[in-house]
């Protein structure tokens, strides 16, 4: 059974920092792009930060130089560094696992989703 359980969000003020993560188990983890998505009150859900199986990364403009995804073979873990957050990143953010691309259609496993909070 296909499992992605997301951890460690919460309420942070502007500036401060959160560590995500994502514990994934019942699929060959090491073959799927991993990834972390973002949907605000009332828009879609959009890639935050995404990594492929063989460590490549990728980042929407809006957070690269401030978050940073990684990914444990052995733990079947992907962690997702937030730092200098900011009032905007605020949303229910998601793992998701998928062998085909980022696009969420082409997402082949979702995770429950986490609220990050981040106050002005």
């Known amino acids: 059974q296909v499992q992605l359980v997301e951890s460690g969000g919460g309420l942070v003020q502007a500036g401060g920092s959160l560590r995500l993560s994502c514990a994934a188990s019942g699929f060959p983890f090491h073959l799927y792009r991993m990834g972390w998505y973002r949907q605000a009150p009332g828009k879609q859900r959009d890639l935050v930060a995404g990594?492929?199986?063989?460590?490549?990364?990728t980042y929407a403009d809006s957070v690269k130089g401030r978050f940073t995804i990684s990914r444990d073979s052995v733990k079947s873990l992907v962690p997702l560094q937030m730092n200098s957050l900011k009032p905007e990143d605020t949303g229910v953010y998601y793992c998701?696992?998928?062998?085909?691309?980022?696009?969420?259609?082409?997402?082949?496993?979702w995770g429950q989703g986490i609220l990050v909070t981040v106050s002005s």
């Open positions: 998701a696992a998928s062998l085909r691309g980022y696009r969420p259609d082409l997402v082949d496993a």
């Open positions: 990594i492929s199986s063989s460590a490549a990364t």
